[in-house]
């Protein structure tokens, strides 16, 4: 069970969260002068890395705030996490 | 020391209260535990406590529990054991145990009372750190109990301090990731009343530790010769300790060993009143404190060589040991009942190893340690390589044996895993001990390996000539030893398994006997059938009622999200694909939410109530899904717009009057409001007070009569309800459930999201191409829609379906195929599948609701649905049944 | 809003487990009036809030700011005839619950600000724990950490107990007041009580 650093409520436990995929994936603002593979690309695609991943979550049972933090895929631990539109923390690598 | 009565396969005897249920079958000349799994051979205890691969048993009393290691049992009064062949047994009675579940933060978990444990533990104590120490035996001091050494008092009494915990019979089954660990207690079977009302059974521990120190201490490990599972054969250790605590049915005894640990044992024995015979060490040149002591007391001393074999007496319990060169040859018998065994010591590694910390293999003490340190985790004593000063071992696993000698050398001695299986494996070019573990079951028992997991790596390594850590690395996956399932549970079981939320008019449904369908975690009314009445029937008549006269539904459940702020309008243009900042103060519209993907997501009614505050509905089951949604488009991308989001699902609560006759309900239950369709009309809220509460009726229909939701607090819920059944009751009013419902919006084409979607349908789809705005710039999905996937030809679209025999209720799910002439025998091709399906007391018939390929420009054709028992014909229809012009919704 | 008690129902219709002297004392507070307000810390609308409220509302998730309010649920504790009680759940986010005419207070200043402000009082419901043991009987479910430097009294936060969201303020010595979800109340009071058990 990971206890994931909520930035406005320190860490809890997993189960009060909902994951939200990549961060930084803006949602396009031109959407209808993309082309289809523009699009498809923002619609499916994520780099899915080995190691550490700036991802989305929210704490949906606590505060109910989207928020950004740094994880590593390989074995769970957690880097800072930071609030939208605040500069992004150096990686942990 | 009180005496106590147990039972054992049948037999009563007498052992010591609080001793091993091992201990006191020693104690009473029990030699002969059981029968091994696979080949029938004789077994006794080997080990002293959860290392123990042999000595099985299945528990009868109390709560009962299967395969339970009986060096784990303490016995009390009354108990009752049966020998186990390696396969549990579980009871027939129920288990009325309590189990339950504590969370616990703490500064710093110390696993294991032993002197490292608890020196750890006083460490951290003096730092004014809160710790908890657990252990899974009954008392701390770890070694020394066992050796009937008393624990230093300056490292006991830390135990007693305020800013500590211990608790013993605990053990730590699970280590995870950011010092989350998992333990179980034992907290009533060693009680002389060990069934309680009030106490668990076993408590399961959830642990956040800052630090968590690893002070797991060792278990002996056995050696590889051939009949080395004869009930007598025992780790040195444990027989030790059995015999000096008065369990001593031995007179004689060999001791086989690898370091000064056989030593110590040897001179244990003989204190206990054990002839000692022999010391046969595999050593040349042993030396150290033990060494001495043992030539004081007169032992014989054989070094250089080791067991090859043993023979049986005619109880099938050992007789005398054959000790020979390591390569098999010049061995000779040494009589003893006893075969003292020390093969050297395995450090327990699982908690590491469970997080990821890879054991190092330590030549000098032959041993697997784990010396390691960081924030999160550090190890202790034997763990960490600590064995003391005198400890130096040969790493040996066992001499060279013969093809029959093979056979009958154990490496794994619960599932009768020989040296000649292991050699097959090696034989087959098998290196890693992960295949090794496959191919011959090796440490796949109740014990996973713990005594067999090392002694296999070393002989991967004597038979190609390689180090044990060459080899690979021990690995272990919680839970350290085998839980009861309901410890696990806790009281998650039963009613408390998953919440069952309710409405407040749930009382209400309960008390007319209206069975209830689960709707997420929810419970709804599912029908209200009369006395002696069937589903079917009480269906028939609920759809009726609501068609001619007037039904009430408990609406309730729907999620609700009150929605403020100057770019509401705007916000709900972006996360609905129709227009909503057009909509008028007072009214209502129904709106389709998509994913970027542009399927259809969730569907709900919105209201404007003022010109910046807005009332969402969500589905039942979509609620929380749906405000978690809104609030990432607020946060992550649009905080400029001024919207707050929040949930008010449980706040409002719903009554939806519904049929021709619901206008002169409503205005009896309202007599102030005009509720005519001029000065009300459909879509229109209207506040008024109903039967004294405050409340919001809004003209919504999911049925495609004429219909008016009550919307009031919650706490008014049960208030509103009784007072329309009251004052509908010369009217015949109908309560109706989830089932009535769902066939009333099917008669009308209206989808159920989740039903008729799951997740690959657009708007088009679902035919609804009239929900989708053409004049906004953007919403959520639009893009999508003009992907080639998404705008192709042949894509699953909404259709009705008629079954030529109307009599028929087609399944939901079942398949179609085209024609009603094409082949329908498989294999075959399916062109769609029923979404919903019922019978229509409006129709008179059956009809069904179906994702059809191109569906939309198929209407008319024939279809089939093969049966497991028969082929169903029909027709392609519209989607909508009842009521095409909706004329029907102004009453 | 003024509740009218001839027509309300509570959830656990005014539940009670336990006593005053036991180990474990658990019942529902019924009726208790609250809202949801939404306003960015900070701004204008902030300042007219604190102002209307006499309260400066605290911006530390999981703070807790009072005006002459005690526990709410016990008459042995002395509630004040105009209390208010801020619970911070979120950044721009409080509970406000209390005796005060919270709705009065605030409704100018919707007019005038950009501020949420929903009547929640059927939301939730109330049930007061209290007792030497309240917190063992909390800890069978709840996994946040309940440690006096972690929660101490006047810390609020919202989590997962028994499954059931809800909102716990550490309200005095011993005494819990958990704010869950009404259609999770009755779930909620069966986990409980079960609980509570090996205490009374
Ligand atoms: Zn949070």
Redesign the pocket.
């Known amino acids: 069970m990971l206890h994931i650093p ?1 930035p ?2 320190g860490p ?1 436990d997993e189960t009060e969260f909902h994951y939200g995929s990549e961060a930084h994936v803006a949602y396009p603002e031109n959407s209808a002068n993309l082309t289809d593979e523009e699009w498809a690309k923002f619609v499916f695609i994520r780099s899915n890395p080995k190691g550490w991943m700036a991802e989305r979550w929210v ?1 949906s049972a ?2 109910r ?1 989207w928020f950004n933090v740094w994880r590593n895929t390989i074995n769970h631990e957690f880097g800072p996490s930071y609030k939208p539109f605040t500069q992004q923390p150096k990686s942990p690598a | 020391m009180s005496t106590v009565t147990f039972t054992f396969d049948g037999k009563q005897y007498t052992g010591q209260k609080g001793e091993s249920l091992a201990s006191a079958l020693l104690r009473n000349g029990v030699l002969h535990f059981t029968d091994s799994s696979y080949k029938d051979r004789p077994r006794g205890v080997m080990g002293l406590w959860v290392e123990e691969p042999n000595a099985l048993v299945n528990i009868d009393s109390g709560a009962g529990e299967p395969m339970v290691m009986s060096t784990t049992i303490e016995i009390v009064e009354g108990v009752v054991a049966r020998s186990s062949q390696g396969v549990g047994d579980l009871p027939d009675t129920r288990d009325n145990s309590r189990y339950d579940k504590v969370n616990r933060h703490v500064d710093v978990l110390v696993v294991g009372a032993g002197t490292s444990g608890l020196e750890a533990a006083k460490k951290f104590a003096d730092q004014g750190k809160s710790v908890i120490v657990m252990d899974d035996k009954p008392t701390a001091g770890g070694h020394l109990v066992y050796l009937g050494q008393p624990v230093p008092p300056e490292l006991l009494s830390v135990l007693d301090r305020e800013n500590v915990t211990f608790l013993p019979r605990t053990t730590v089954q699970g280590l995870y990731d950011q010092g989350y660990s998992v333990a179980t207690e034992r907290r009533t079977d060693h009680l002389d009343v060990n069934v309680h009302t009030e106490m668990s059974r076993i408590r399961t521990w959830h642990i956040r530790a800052d630090h968590t120190v690893l002070a797991t201490g060792a278990f002996q490990r056995h050696l590889v010769f051939a009949n080395n599972d004869r009930p007598g054969i025992m780790l040195s250790h444990a027989a030790a300790t059995y015999v000096s605590n008065g369990a001593n049915p031995f007179r004689a005894a060999v001791v086989v060993t690898v370091d000064n640990q056989g030593y110590r044992d040897a001179v244990r024995l003989s204190q206990a009143g054990v002839t000692v015979n022999a010391i046969v060490d595999i050593r040349n040149n042993p030396s150290g404190p033990s060494v001495e002591a043992a030539k004081a007391s007169g032992i014989q001393i054989i070094t250089g060589k080791t067991a090859i074999d043993t023979c049986e007496k005619e109880d099938g319990t050992v007789k005398c040991v054959s000790v020979g060169n390591p390569d098999g040859t010049e061995a000779a018998c040494v009589d003893g009942d006893l075969i003292a065994v020390s093969g050297g010591w395995t450090p327990v590694v699982h908690l590491a190893t469970f997080i990821g910390i890879k054991p190092t293999w330590d030549a000098k003490l032959a041993a697997f340690v784990v010396k390691h340190s960081d924030s999160l985790t550090s190890t202790a004593g034997m763990l960490a390589g600590d064995f003391g000063d005198d400890d130096e071992a040969a790493i040996f696993f066992g001499p060279k044996l013969s093809t029959e000698q093979a056979l009958v050398a154990f490496v794994d001695y619960q599932r009768d895993a020989t040296y000649r299986d292991f050699k097959r494996a090696i034989d087959a070019g098998m290196r890693s001990i992960e295949h090794v573990k496959r191919y011959t079951a090796i440490g796949t028992a109740h014990d996973q390996g713990k005594t067999s997991g090392t002694v296999t790596m070393g002989l991967i390594g004597q038979a190609i000539g390689k180090a044990p850590d060459e080899i690979g690395s021990l690995t272990f996956r919680p839970p350290y030893i085998s839980v009861p399932f309901a410890a696990l549970a806790g009281r998650d079981r039963g009613l408390l398994s998953d919440p069952e939320r309710t409405t407040p008019i749930h009382s209400w449904h309960v008390a007319s006997g209206a069975p209830m369908e689960d709707v997420g975690q929810w419970k709804r009314p599912w029908y209200f059938p009369m006395p002696g009445e069937s589903m079917h029937a009480a269906v028939l008549r609920e759809c009726a009622a609501v068609r001619e006269g007037v039904g009430v539904m408990d609406a309730s459940t729907l999620g609700k999200i009150d929605i403020q702020g100057k770019d509401a309008g705007q916000f709900l243009d972006l996360i609905y694909t129709n227009m909503f900042s057009t909509l008028k103060v007072g009214m209502s519209r129904y709106g389709l939410m998509c994913g970027i993907d542009g399927m259809v997501f969730d569907d709900g009614v919105t209201t404007r109530i003022s010109e910046n505050h807005w009332l969402m509905t969500t589905t039942t089951g979509g609620a929380a899904k749906v405000l978690d949604w809104l609030e990432e488009w607020l946060q992550t991308e649009w905080p400029h717009l001024e919207v707050y989001c929040t949930s008010v699902t449980e706040q409002i609560s719903t009554v939806a009057i519904v049929g021709p006759k619901s206008r002169e309900l409503m205005r009896r239950l309202a007599p102030s409001l005009d509720v005519s369709n001029e000065a009300f009309a459909f879509m229109e809220n209207k506040h008024v007070d109903v039967a004294g509460v405050p409340a919001r009726i809004a003209r919504i229909s999911f049925s495609g009569e004429l219909a008016y939701e009550i919307n009031v607090p919650a706490i008014y819920g049960l208030h509103i309800w009784e007072s329309v059944m009251a004052k509908g009751a010369d009217l015949n009013i109908t309560p109706y459930g989830t089932e009535t419902m769902h066939v009333l919006r099917a008669e009308k084409g209206f989808v159920i999201v989740g039903q008729e979607t799951d997740g690959t349908q657009t708007p088009d789809d679902l035919d609804m191409n009239w929900i989708v705005s053409k004049k906004k710039d953007d919403f959520i999905g639009k893009r999508s829609f003009s992907r080639a996937d998404t705008a192709r030809d042949g894509r699953h679209q909404l259709v009705g379906i008629l079954a030529d025999d109307g009599s028929y209720v087609i399944p939901e799910g079942a398949y179609i195929v085209a024609g009603a002439d094409e082949k329908t025998a498989p294999p075959v091709k399916h062109i769609g599948y029923i979404t919903s399906s019922y019978d229509s007391a409006a129709l008179g018939r059956s009809f069904a609701l179906a994702l059809v390929a191109n569906g939309l420009a198929r209407k008319g054709e024939k279809i089939a649905i093969p049966m497991a028992d028969r082929v169903v014909t029909g027709v392609i229809t519209d989607s909508v049944f009842v009521d095409k012009e909706n004329t029907r919704r102004d009453g | 809003m003024m509740v009218n008690l001839e027509f309300a129902k509570s959830p656990l219709s005014s539940a009670e487990h336990g006593s005053k002297d036991s180990a474990v004392w658990m019942y529902e507070v019924p009726f208790t009036p609250a809202w949801d307000l939404r306003v960015e810390p900070g701004n204008d609308a902030y300042a007219a809030v604190n102002a209307a409220l006499g309260l400066t509302l605290p911006t530390k ?1 999981g703070d807790v700011a009072r005006l002459n309010g005690a526990c709410i649920g016990q008459d042995d504790f002395v509630v004040g005839q105009q209390a208010i009680i801020a619970l911070c759940l979120g950044p721009d986010w409080w509970y406000l619950t209390g005796t005060a005419d919270i709705q009065a207070l605030l409704l100018p200043v919707q007019e005038a600000h950009h501020i949420s402000f929903v009547d929640v009082s059927s939301q939730r419901t109330k049930i007061e724990v209290s007792g030497p043991n309240a917190q063992d009987v909390l800890a069978h479910y709840w996994e946040q950490d309940l440690r006096e430097e972690h929660f101490p009294i006047d810390a609020c936060s919202q989590g997962v107990l028994a499954k059931a969201p809800l909102i716990m303020w550490h309200c005095c010595e011993n005494c819990y007041l958990l704010f869950p979800r009404a259609s999770f109340a009755k779930h909620l009071w069966t986990a409980l009580t079960d609980a509570a058990v090996e205490y009374l």
């Open positions: 909520c406005y409520c809890r704490h606590g505060c705030r | 998730v």
